[in-house]
């Protein structure tokens, strides 16, 4: 968690039995666990990005732009040279 400014973990578990546990770590500290899905645990953290005022995470930043501007439809005007090809391959199918 140290080597990382923030992101999302997921820890099954050892007895093969079904469930696991994402949380979300910011800084070293986990601010949210036990959300239930990686997909519910994706779409937290962008609250938690714009909650605590938050920079992307630099390798992250294309993916959290994506589903900002394309998906959400939030501030969609500007986009990335690359999220607008991936917009453009998506459109035209």
């Known amino acids: 968690l140290k080597k990382h400014t923030m992101g999302i973990y997921v820890i099954n578990r050892e007895d093969g039995q079904n469930g696991h546990y994402d949380d979300i770590f910011v800084e070293g500290e986990i601010?949210?666990?036990?959300?239930?899905?990686?997909?519910?645990?994706?779409?937290l953290m962008l609250g938690v990005i714009y909650a605590l005022n938050l920079a992307f995470p630099k390798e992250l930043r294309h993916y959290y732009e994506f589903i900002q501007k394309v998906l959400m439809g939030l501030d969609g005007e500007k986009l990335s040279p690359k999220v607008l090809g991936l917009k453009n391959k998506i459109a035209t199918g």
């Open 31 to 43: 601010v949210m666990d036990n959300i239930g899905s990686p997909a519910q645990a994706c779409a």
